[in-house]
């Protein structure tokens, strides 16, 4: 199947207070946003939400955009940004790495195209999403609740993405050190164990490994495993590199 959404940011004063949307109809939509950022920066994090909200499935992705920035960075930009060590052409670093760096690691495995929209143009589905964005940025500016949506809604309709064509989950094993490792339970009589020993860090197992199970979903492994790739690293490290 096929999904059609509309993906779209607000920033009041640009920068300032940020809102950004995803709308695919008005029971399946989502928002969030910050105190301060640039429309651009909500533009991307629109795309990138709704990457995440659909991660567990296949379909055919159509991401409708009034952000020719936004298109042209994952359309076109982005292979000669990160041949360049995430520089431009003239050398200067690229703004909003960080937020692209996350886009490129959850596009890989997915079937997507993107068409740009004109804005304020009465498109359905950009004005809604545009009309969230905004009601979040100007939720930011009066210090109200953020309306934040239903999220995705549709699971029942859509398809499970699979590993291999036969399961929906890979799982990925890993042991890494878990910074809030478990206080073994006092025995009667004695003083409760803290969490960190000060005095002496090995009796509360700070210099122990402990074992973590990961359970991900294809999309996920993926996505780490390109993280790894691109950083020359392990899966392991990789996931080290996240604590």
């Known amino acids: 199947m096929s999904i059609r959404v509309a993906a779209d940011g607000s920033a009041l004063g640009n920068p300032g207070p940020a809102g950004w949307a995803w709308y695919v109809d008005d029971s399946c939509w989502a928002a969030g946003g910050w105190k301060h950022a640039t429309n651009n920066q909500a533009e991307l994090r629109a795309v990138l939400e709704f990457l995440r909200a659909t991660e567990h499935l296949s379909d055919d992705l159509h991401i409708l955009c009034d952000s020719q920035y936004v298109i042209n960075c994952l359309t076109q930009w982005m292979p000669g940004w990160k041949r360049k060590g995430w520089r431009k052409a003239d050398g200067k670093p690229v ?14 495995g997915r079937s997507y195209r993107f068409e740009w929209v004109k804005g304020h143009a009465n ?121």
């Open 95 to 108: 703004l909003n790495v960080d937020l692209l760096k996350e886009l490129d690691a959850a596009l890989v």
């Open 123 to 243: 498109h359905p589905l950009n004005e809604a999403a545009d009309d969230r964005a905004r009601a979040v940025s100007e939720a930011y500016q009066r210090g109200d609740a953020i309306p934040t949506g239903p999220g995705w809604t549709r699971d029942a309709h859509h398809t499970p993405r699979t590993a291999g064509g036969t399961s929906a989950t890979h799982t990925t094993r890993a042991a890494v050190l878990d910074k809030t490792p478990t206080a073994p339970t006092p025995a009667p009589g004695h003083e409760p164990f803290s969490l960190f020993s000060l005095d002496d860090p090995a009796d509360a197992g700070l210099n122990t490994p402990h074992t973590l199970t990961l359970v991900l979903t294809p999309s996920e492994h993926t996505r780490l495993a390109a993280r790894a790739q691109a950083d020359g690293v392990s899966l392991e490290a990789a996931l080290r590199s996240l604590i």
